[in-house]
Structure formats: structure tokens, C-alpha cells
């Protein structure tokens, strides 16, 4: 199973994107300057939480230092669950919570968003089509699997993902 590769940011990209962070800046700066006083508050707001963030994970980090995606998978019945959709839920998160470049250990009990902190956006958009691509499932007609809407956890995430028909079946 091919992991997903995302392409780094080119010159051209990161040109494209400081004019479009700047622009609103520099216009804002124009109508009411002490409105900039706000970008340093947000910044700094941002900073501390990434901090309490980091360690947050990094006590958990600590507390799983001898989980592995075989534990991960041992939960399953793999006479019936696709393996492959164990893996490619368990990397896929495991990617979404990486800290310090060290591989994150995901329980199949971790609450997706309260335990790992996943944000729900990053979820739906990002995490959901990229397993569902690893694994060759579809997306469509979500409304008639029975953990529609009930993905909480990442077994769940597991369960929800082996109801989908594959690609070749819809």
C-alpha cells in the first residue's frame, strides 16, 4: 500500500503566499494601524498553545513508549477487518500527531479529537480521503454505513471504513 506524498512548497508557492498574507497587512495597517497590535497578541496566543500542545503529546508519548501498530492491530478480528484499512487508519493518524519527528503510538480506544487532538476540519478533509484512497474504498453514500456520523475513535474510524464498498464495487 503506496503512502500519500505531498509535494513541498516552491518558491513560486511561498512567493504566492506572502503576498496574499501581506496584502490584507499592509491595507489593514492602512485604515486603523492599531489593529496590528492584534498579529503579535494572536502570535503569541498561538505560541503558547503549540507549547502546552507539545507537551501534552509528549506525556503521552511517554506513557505509550512500547506500543507499536502491532498492538494497534491485535485488537482487530483480522478475519474480518481488511488489514489494510488497520494500517492505513493508524498511519494516517499516526501521521496527524507526530511529535519531534518520533512515531506516535495510536491505541484503538484514542478519541480522535479529544485524546489526539486531531482537528475536525483536518479530519473530515485531509485524514478521511487519504485513507480512503490507501485503501481503494468509496466515499459515496456515507448515510447508509451503520458508523455514519459515530466516529469517535480510532477502532471506530477502523469499523467505519471496512463497511465502505471498495472502489471497484460501488
Given at each position: 500500500m503506496e503512502k500519500i506524498i505531498y509535494e513541498p512548497m516552491t518558491i513560486k508557492d511561498w512567493s504566492v503566499f506572502i503576498m496574499v498574507i501581506s496584502v490584507p497587512i499592509i491595507l489593514l495597517a492602512l485604515v486603523n494601524p492599531y489593529l496590528l497590535l492584534t498579529i503579535p497578541l494572536i502570535w503569541l496566543w498561538g505560541y503558547f498553545?503549540?507549547?502546552?500542545?507539545?507537551?501534552?503529546?509528549?506525556?503521552?508519548?511517554?506513557a505509550r513508549e512500547h506500543d507499536s501498530i502491532c498492538i494497534f492491530a491485535r485488537s482487530f478480528n483480522c478475519k474480518k477487518i481488511d488489514t489494510w484499512i488497520i494500517r492505513?487508519?493508524?498511519?494516517?493518524?499516526?501521521?496527524?500527531?507526530?511529535?519531534e519527528n518520533k512515531s506516535f503510538p495510536i491505541k484503538p480506544d484514542d478519541n480522535i479529537f479529544e485524546t489526539l487532538k486531531i482537528d475536525e476540519e483536518d479530519f473530515e478533509f485531509d485524514i478521511i480521503e487519504d485513507i480512503a484512497t490507501r485503501?481503494?474504498?468509496?466515499?459515496?453514500?456515507?448515510?447508509?454505513?451503520?458508523?455514519?456520523?459515530?466516529?469517535?475513535?480510532?477502532?471506530?474510524?477502523?469499523?467505519?471504513?471496512?463497511?465502505?464498498?471498495?472502489l471497484n464495487e460501488t
Open positions: 498553545e503549540n507549547k502546552q500542545h507539545a507537551k501534552y503529546i509528549a506525556n503521552l508519548l511517554n492505513a487508519v493508524y498511519e494516517e493518524l499516526e501521521k496527524n500527531v507526530k511529535f485503501t481503494g474504498r468509496s466515499l459515496e453514500k456515507l448515510e447508509k454505513n451503520s458508523f455514519f456520523g459515530k466516529v469517535n475513535t480510532a477502532s471506530d474510524l477502523v469499523y467505519f471504513f471496512n463497511e465502505q464498498p471498495k
